[in-house]
Structures are given as C-alpha cells and as structure tokens.
C-alpha cells in the first residue's frame, strides 16, 4: 500500500513541476512571459492572421513578453498552436503585434553568448510531436538537432498540452563536451510519459546524448529511467548510464514487484553517443 502512495504522489508531483518549472505551461503561453522567438525572419503581424498585415520581422532568438492568448487557433504541418500577442523592441523602439505559438520557443536557457532554443516543428499521427533544439548566437542559427518530444495524445492529438522546462548543466564529467541542455517535459496525468531529453553542445555544434522516460498507473504498473553521468556519485568514467526498473501492482500482495531491473551504458564514439555492447 505505500508503494501505491508514493506512485500517486508521484502523479501530483508531476504537475507541481510542471507548473514551477515551465514557459509552455500545458500548451500555453502565461501572459507576462518572457521567451525567445525559436523561428527565425518571424513576420509579426496586426491581427492574428496571415494576410498583407506585416508589421515587423523579426531573427531568431528576438526576446519577446507574451502579452495574451488570441484564442485564435492556427495550423502548421498537421500541428495547431494559438495566436499571441507580443511585445517587442525593434531599432529601439517597444513595439506589439501577433506571432504564431509554433514560432516561439517551448523552453530556452541562456549560457554566455550562447541562447539554447528547444521548439515543435510538426505532428503526425504515427509518430507524435517532433521539434528541434536549436542553438543560437547573435541571432544566428550555429546548430541545430531534432528531438522527438514525449507524446499523450488528448481529444486533439494535433495538440501538444505538456509543460516544457529546460536547464543547463556543466558537462558533467563527459570530456568532448561543454555544456548539457536538458529538456524536462511534464504532464500531469498518470499514465503519461514524462522526463529529459539531454543535448550536449561542443563548441558550436549539438550532439544528441540520451533521453529519459518515466510512466506511472497507479494500482498497475509503473517505469521509470534514470540517468547518471560520469561525474555523478555513482558515475563511471567515460560512460553514461540508464538505468530502468519495470514493476507491476500484484493484487495478492497489494504492492508492486520489480519485473524488470537492467542498465543500459553509452559512449562517445565518432561524434555520437552510441549504447555499449
């Protein structure tokens, strides 16, 4: 019975962070939020349409306030965000106008010169939400990589209702690279898979390094990954680590039993981290 506990305050946990953590909070934006635009020669418009109402366009990575939701819903690759409102500084003037939400960065993080964009790109019905993460400086595209967000479908699968947050970390003990951006996705029901997608960066170039999973029902199942970097406490020197444990709810017991216990160890190997064999 605790076990069942801990699964259901896992659920609720997971909206809490969500919440705490995210830009794109269950696919919106909040007004007063400030976030980059992650498509680049944005054109901002006087309505929230696409018509001959140009008002500004903008590079990549243009800070932006969101100021509102149009509540005006519009589609791109089979895949539907809203309209907002933003505000803008352009040749040093404060300017407003319209933007598409499939423009705007899901999650950013800002080291240096350096402003990491992580954005939603399409849907297709046989394989979920895919976006990009960009990498930008000066308003300039150096890099970029594609990722594959996790993914439960609602009443309109063409929508993407996760919450987005997203952190840097140091490299964390793997040599060829600088700096980690991690990508924490969240929903809060239980059943849904949650957790990170990790990019690394070396230089000015990404490299995909893993990504992390966790799905729970409470009273049936739950799954979870865990990731450990090299210079983490119980890291190994040149190697990542996932580890997964699979477990079912046994009704006889009324408790959960591991079924599945095993770690899974990637390397570096000719510019991509690859699993060990």
């Known amino acids: 019975?605790?076990?069942?506990?801990?699964?259901?305050?896992?659920?609720?946990?997971?909206a809490a962070n969500a919440e705490e953590l995210s830009v794109f909070h269950y696919g919106k934006y909040?007004?007063?939020?400030k976030t980059f635009l992650f498509g680049d020669n944005v054109r901002v418009r006087s309505t929230p349409e696409i018509k001959e109402n140009i008002v500004a366009t903008l590079p990549v990575a243009t800070q932006i306030t969101i100021l509102s939701d149009s509540g005006i819903e519009y589609e791109s690759d089979y895949y539907k965000e809203n309209w907002y409102k933003i505000q803008f500084n352009s040749n040093g003037k404060t300017k407003e106008g319209y933007v598409w939400g499939g423009l705007i960065a899901k999650s950013q993080a800002v080291q240096g010169e350096y402003i990491y964009l992580a954005g939603i790109t399409k849907f297709e019905a046989d394989n979920g939400i895919s976006g990009e993460v960009r990498l930008i400086s000066k308003n300039k595209i150096l890099s970029s990589i594609p990722v594959k967000y996790h993914y439960f479908p609602v009443?309109?699968?063409?929508?993407?209702?996760?919450?987005?947050?997203?952190?840097?970390?140091?490299?964390?003990?793997i040599p060829v690279i600088n700096s980690i951006?991690?990508?924490?996705?969240?929903y809060e029901a239980?059943?849904?898979?949650?957790?990170?997608?990790?990019i690394g960066r070396y230089g000015s170039k990404l490299v995909y390094i893993a990504a992390t999973v966790n799905i729970s029902e409470a009273g049936v199942f739950s799954y979870t990954e865990d990731i450990s970097f090299p210079s983490d406490k119980n890291g190994i020197k040149n190697k990542i680590i996932i580890?997964?444990?699979?477990?079912?709810?046994?009704?006889?017991?009324?408790?959960?039993?591991?079924?599945?216990?095993?770690?899974?160890?990637?390397?570096?190997?000719?510019?991509?981290f690859i699993e060990e064999k």
């Open 155 to 173: 009443n309109d699968a063409s929508i993407y209702t996760y919450s987005i947050g997203s952190q840097i970390h140091e490299n964390k003990g």
């Open 243 to 272: 580890h997964s444990v699979s477990s079912e709810f046994n009704e006889e017991k009324n408790d959960y039993e591991v079924t599945d216990d095993k770690k899974m160890f990637y390397i570096y190997k000719d510019g991509e």
């Open 181 to 186: 951006f991690e990508i924490t996705m969240l």
């Open 190 to 198: 239980c059943g849904a898979p949650n957790g990170s997608i990790f």
């Open 1 to 14: 019975m605790k076990k069942l506990f801990i699964i259901l305050v896992l659920c609720a946990l997971s």
């Open 30 to 33: 909040a007004a007063g939020q």
